[in-house]
């Protein structure tokens, strides 16, 4: 069975690092979780950045979200929520997510949120997004850059590259997973 990583909100907000997130799940590397307060979460902050989106083309991605990876959503997690502590207890959902999916991982910017002494007793680590594609590149080099390839190659208005893939992902901060895609080109 692959690795389980639930992916925050903060992580599926930018479209280029959720559709790379994404495609690591579909191609095996690791078992996507998320819920559908996760997805709340992220729809409601690109909603309030982007107030003049289409509603219904963001009822659209939620909905190609969803039906992206087999056995993403999360349930029966909301009686874990009482019982687990953070130091923002609006992210316990996150947590209580990741114990009863038993992920190893939340995948989130936010580590600061996710203190190693809550998430230890849980068998869970917070690991940031780049130290996460990293490791997926390290593990699968060919199948990570492979599918960065499907993403820049289903850009159509315009049309994609690689290094346009490359370099939105440095945009979003993953100075590591952007050195090793460029050392794989």
């Known amino acids: 069975m692959a690795f389980v990583a ?3 909100a903060d ?6 690092l959720r559709d790379v997130l994404i495609r690591v799940a579909q191609a095996g590397l690791v078992q996507a979780k998320w819920t559908g ?3 709340d979460e992220t729809f409601r902050n690109v909603k309030a950045k982007n107030p003049a989106l289409d509603p219904l083309k963001l009822d659209r991605t939620r909905e190609l979200i969803m039906a992206s990876v087999p ?9 874990l929520v009482p019982a687990l502590e953070l130091p923002d207890p609006d992210d316990r959902h996150v ?17 600061k949120d996710f203190p190693e002494k809550f998430l230890s007793p ?8 780049d130290a996460f594609l990293e490791a997926q590149i390290d593990l699968a080099p060919a199948i990570v850059y492979g599918e960065i390839r499907r993403i820049a190659d289903s850009w159509k208005r315009p049309p994609g590259t690689v290094v346009d893939v490359i370099e939105r992902l440095e945009k979003s901060g993953l100075v590591a997973t952007v050195a090793a895609l460029r050392a794989l080109a």
């Open 71 to 79: 056995d993403c959503l999360v349930k029966g997690y909301e009686p």
């Open 95 to 111: 947590l209580a997510a990741a114990v009863r999916a038993k992920a190893q991982a939340i995948v989130t910017y936010n580590l």
């Open 37 to 39: 307060a996760i997805l």
């Open 122 to 129: 849980w068998d869970v680590e917070a690991v940031h997004p």
């Open 11 to 16: 992580v599926l907000y930018p479209s280029v």
């Open 6 to 8: 639930v992916y925050d």
